[in-house]
């Protein structure tokens, strides 16, 4: 399994911005997609966005145009930039990583948005 350190989670008011960011243990060529995902209590998690190896994006509808992922090869990195944070943003943000034989998650990172 590919270890996942997450980092970059905090608390900002409604309209700001923050950074997250993921490490993978092993070089990001040789897994499949990696991605970020939150959740809140109570609610099961869902998908934010993701990256695969073939350099393919995606983004659930409720963040497109506010949250860009990026990848760093060099630093078996990805990022999630989120801009013009919302409320109904907040809760724990995982990152995933997906190869042919195995799933891994990150612990987790929170994120606070207040209104």
């Known amino acids: 399994q590919v270890q996942l350190v997450e980092s970059g989670g905090g608390l900002v008011q409604a309209g700001g911005s923050l950074r997250l960011s993921c490490a993978a243990s092993?070089?990001?060529?040789?897994?499949?997609?990696m991605g970020w995902y939150r959740q809140v209590p109570g609610k099961q998690r869902e998908f934010v966005a993701d990256?695969?190896?073939?350099?393919?994006?995606n983004y659930a509808d409720s963040v497109k145009g506010r949250f860009t992922i990026s990848r760093d090869n060099d630093k078996n990195t990805i990022s999630l930039q989120m801009n013009k944070l919302k409320p109904e943003d907040t809760g724990v943000y995982y990152c995933?990583?997906?190869?042919?034989?195995?799933?891994?998650w990150g612990q987790g990172t929170q994120v606070t948005v207040t209104a």
């Open positions: 990256t695969t190896r073939a350099g393919n994006i």
């Open positions: 092993t070089g990001l060529f040789s897994i499949n997609a």
């Open positions: 995933k990583a997906v190869n042919f034989t195995s799933v891994s």
